[in-house]
T-cell receptor, first 110, second 117 residues
Framework: KQEVTQIPAALSVPEGENLVLNCSFT??????LQWFRQDPGKGLTSLLL?????REQTSGRLNASLDKSSGRSTLYIAASQPGDSATYLC?????????FGKGTHLIIQP | GAVVSQHPSRVICKSGTSVKIECRSL??????MFWYRQFPKQSLMLMAT?????????EQGVEKDKFLINHASLTLSTLTVTSAHPEDSSFYIC?????????????FGAGTRLSVL
């Protein structure tokens, strides 16, 4: 059964810093990997979707990479802003559907 | 883009009552919808997979008689929490698969916060 781990569980950095969030998964037979943002008490906002045949995706200040063979993905956030504060969830899509990590709670200090 | 509407966004009810949550795909047809539950500071956990016109498939440990799922049309699935108790208080999120099983892409609703007093 797929297991998804996100490190760190929480992160607090000053505004303007570049940062990296990590996601690892145990079963490399995946269809895709998705990064979501979740604000407190809210639903999910899809940030980036990487298909299994792709290595990375970029959207604005966000860049996500995928290394299927090693079971890892990273979400890179450039020039962080206070508005980036949220919980970031990694979800792996496979034959069993979507498996979520517990998320990284990110706080960007003004 | 694909939009999934979930209603209500928040509900507070007394213990023993039943609560119905609706999940609609607004601009696409969804043969499959999914229901997740999220406890505070925890990940989303799949409760059940809902297929249009057939019975839902429940994950291990999820009581099918307590969490009734109906997927009567290609754009609507409902989750009814029967005889709700305080331990059922949680954040419930639905999603819809609009692109077929091979791509496994899900579009998510905004979630429903259930508080049982």
């Amino acid at each position: 059964k797929q297991e998804v781990t996100q490190i760190p569980a929480a992160l607090s950095v000053p505004e303007g810093e570049n940062l990296v969030l990590n996601c690892s998964f145990t079963d490399s037979a995946i269809y895709n990997l998705q990064w979501f943002r979740q604000d407190p008490g809210k639903g999910l906002t899809s940030l980036l979707l990487i298909q299994s045949s792709q290595r990375e995706q970029t959207s604005g200040r966000l860049n996500a990479s995928l290394d299927k063979s090693s079971g890892r993905s990273t979400l890179y956030i450039a020039a962080s802003q206070p508005g980036d504060s949220a919980t970031y969830l990694c979800a792996v899509g496979g034959a069993d559907g979507l498996t979520f990590g517990k998320g990284t709670h990110l706080i960007i200090q003004p | 883009g694909a939009v999934v509407s979930q209603h209500p966004s928040r509900v507070i009810c007394k213990s023993g009552t039943s609560v119905k949550i609706e999940c609609r795909s607004l601009d696409f047809q969804a043969t499959t919808m999914f229901w997740y539950r999220q406890f505070p500071k925890q990940s989303l956990m799949l409760m059940a997979t809902s297929n249009e016109g057939s019975k839902a498939t429940y994950e291990q440990g999820v009581e099918k008689d307590k969490f009734l799922i109906n997927h009567a049309s290609l754009t609507l699935s409902t989750l009814t929490v029967t005889s709700a108790h305080p331990e059922d208080s949680s954040f419930y999120i639905c999603s819809a698969d609009g692109t077929g099983a091979s791509l496994n892409i899900q579009y998510f609703g905004a979630g429903t916060r259930l508080s049982v007093l």
